[in-house]
Every structure is written in C-alpha cells, then in structure tokens.
DNA sequence: CTCCTTGTACGAATTTTTTCGAACTTAACA
DNA sequence: TGTTAAGTTCGAAAAAATTCGTACAAGGAG
C-alpha cells in the first residue's frame, strides 16, 4: 500500500486547487477569512503542526459537517491563505506563508500566536 | 470661539466612550473590524494622517449617511481598534495604537501600509 | 429662545455569511 | 465488482452584518 506521505512535495505533487496569485492578495479579504475562530484555528494548527507532508481536512478532528468544512476551507483558500492538493480522495492543505509573508508581513506570526477563547 | 483642538489631552479630556480593557482585545474581533474597506480606510487614515488632534467623524468626508457611519466608528471601537471622546457635539477617535502593539505587534503596520482597492 | 450642527437610536429592508442535510463523485482496495 | 472513505455540490434555512431613513438629543452661536 502507497503512503501518500511519500510523494515528495513539489515533485510529483498535483496542481493547487484554483488560488489567487500572491498580487492580488487583499488585505481586507484575508482579514476576514480569518476573522472567524474556525479559521484561525485551522490556520494556526496549520502553522504549528506543520508536519512532513500537509494536513487534510479530517486531521484537524472538528464536530462538524463536512459540508460545514468544505465551505471554511474554500473560504481560507479563495482568500489565499492557504494552498490545496488533491491527492486522490483527500485534499491536503498548508498555509501560504510566504506569500502572507511577502505581502502582509508578521500576520502569519500574530496567527501563530493567537489564544482561542476558552469557554 | 473656541478652538477644540485647543484642549489638551488627556489633560481635561473627557473619558472615553465605552470600550474593551486592552486585556479582552480578541484577535478574531479586531480581525473582524478590520475586513471591511471603509474602516480598514478609516484606521488607515487615522494612523497617517494623525494630527495634533483626533478626527471627527465628518473628518473623513465619506458620501454615506450618518447613522451608516455611526455604525462603522462604533463596531471599530466596540472591537477595541479606537478610541472616542466625546467633545461637545463632536465625538473624535484615534486608534488605539499602543493597545494593538501589545496585544498584536505588526497589525496596525499593516493597516498603514493597506492599499486600497483600485476598482 | 431659536436655529444649526454633530451625531445617536431605532427599526426595517437588504445583503452576506454560516450551517448543514442530502445526493453525488471519485479513488482505493479487498 | 462492489464497498468504503474523503470530500464536493446544491439548495435552503437560519443567523449575522450592512445600509439607511426617520426621529431624536444636545451643544454652540446668534
């Protein structure tokens, strides 16, 4: 059996999904793609765990729908955050780090940073 | 006549509107406050061109009613992004900068440096 | 006092975002 | 081939944000 972990990253890797180019990055966009706790936390795990190879959606372990997810991770992605690949049936995602840093330097780093709410 | 922009400040100034302690800043919030054009333009503006007084809310010349304005000005101070006194009939703000450096360095960088959409 | 100005409060209409069920697609694998 | 697993798409309902008219409050100037 395959480990998908194995595939190196970019070679060999499949196309991202349909993502803005880095100049046409909005701040305001971004901002609000991270704006809801959801996102924050998918982005800063993204940050944090950072592994081997990138994360799929069911990684993170959330009690949602998948449609729910669906919706919160083409959010992140239509806003440039972060980068996804199909790779057969899962769809693995990372944050666009350097890009976010290239145009909106020390957001990633705020991110990163952030405490959740705890209640 | 009195020139507002005579009366000190803090010195006689009076309290500042009802506004988050810099302890229950939340970064989704602020975030939140920010991703919308008009009040990512009016911090913007607030940082750059900060005089040796606070701005007006009629400071900024925007084409749209006042109770639409009243509604961005509170939703930035209720997020904890400014600051408003009220001086008579005039309510002025100024962005919360040391705050924002605080609890999240880089960000109120990154609104100054924001370019607006072009459309 | 009366008028003018700055801005709020309220409420309603509109728009946007969020949520999620149900049906579907596709790859992997036995 | 048939089953399972990961995730999408569609659509609709619910929730939230935005817009803005009208009425109102209150300070300052004459």
Redesign the interface.
């Known amino acids: 059996m395959l480990d998908i972990r194995e595939i190196p990253v970019p070679d060999g890797a499949p196309e991202p999904l349909p993502e803005p180019d880095v100049d046409d990055l909005?701040?305001?966009?971004v901002?609000?793609a991270?704006?809801?706790?959801l996102r924050?936390e998918i982005v800063q795990r993204l940050l944090l765990e950072r592994e081997d190879f990138d994360h799929t959606c069911g990684w993170f372990g959330f009690d949602r729908p998948k449609s729910s997810l669906t919706h919160h991770f083409r959010a992140l992605r239509e806003a440039g955050v972060i980068r996804q690949r199909q790779y057969g049936l899962e769809r693995r995602s990372h944050v666009r780090t350097d890009d976010l840093d290239a145009r909106?330097?020390?957001?990633a780093?705020?991110?990163a940073a952030?405490t959740p709410?705890t209640d």
């Open positions: 909005r701040l305001e966009t901002l609000g991270l704006s809801d706790p924050l909106f330097p020390g957001l780093a705020l991110v952030w709410p």
